[in-house]
């Protein structure tokens, strides 16, 4: 049974040789090559944007639970990151289902976890210097596709915080659904913001919608080479 979970969960990882670095020390090398222009001639608020981002990395926790999983060895980095994401995409839940809004130190967590998942996302396009490719670019988009959907239940804990919409979020999936329906730009009417942290949240969301959609996405998808059953010619 244990051979098959780490077949399920590992894979052929093990084959792969050892990074030379650890996470951590890529970040600082990151940052150091972005500041020595070693990879780009940037300057002004180029420069200062992409130190920023790669800086910003280092007052997370994901970058240091992938250093803790690559002591214990490179093919269990991942699986580690994979569970983090998972862990964030279900803690918005929690409070939720558990209306948890009332502790404010539950929800500056979501928040500051939030924040990682934003500025992660800028980071990988614009401050990459020094990082070599994605084992999988299809990899890639899956977490992407779970950071989005953070975003969209971190909102909607947001959104439940106060009265900030035409009316009350009476069931614990009114949120969730006021700020899917938001992403998308769909607005049914149903719900609508109506003080100034609503129409706030809901910008800032609309703004996240096309970071997420029309950069990072076009972004992976021209990078991800698909083979597959119709990629094999017939030779009939």
């Not at 947001?158 to 919409?165: D, E, F, K």
Request: glycine share 4%.
């Amino acid at each position: 049974m244990k051979s098959i979970l780490k077949k399920l969960f590992l894979g052929n990882l093990a084959k792969m040789p050892k990074p030379e670095f650890n996470p951590v020390q890529k970040r600082l090398m990151n940052i150091k090559a972005i500041w020595n222009n070693n990879h780009q001639d940037d300057n002004g608020i180029e420069k200062f944007v992409r130190l920023f981002l790669s800086s910003s990395q280092l007052l997370f926790p994901g970058v240091y639970i992938k250093y803790l999983a690559y002591l214990r060895g490179y093919e269990y980095r991942d699986l580690a990151l994979d569970f983090y994401v998972l862990l964030k995409v279900s803690f918005p839940l929690f409070i939720l289902m558990n209306h948890w809004q009332s502790y404010h130190f539950v929800i500056w967590i979501m928040i500051y976890v939030l924040l990682e998942t934003i500025l992660y996302i800028p980071t990988l396009i614009f401050a990459s210097d020094m990082f070599s490719k994605p084992r999988s670019y299809k990899r890639s988009m899956l977490l992407l596709f779970l950071n989005y959907i953070e975003i969209i239940f971190s909102f909607g804990v947001l959104y439940s915080c106060g009265n900030y919409l035409n009316k009350p979020l009476d069931h614990w999936f009114d949120p969730i659904y006021f700020s899917t329906i938001n992403s998308a730009s769909i607005g049914y009417g149903d719900f609508y913001p109506v003080t100034p942290i609503g129409k706030f949240l809901t910008t800032a969301q609309a703004f996240l919608f096309l970071l997420f959609v029309v950069l990072f996405l076009n972004f992976f998808t021209a990078k991800i080479k698909v083979k597959g059953y119709f990629d094999i010619e017939n030779e009939s």
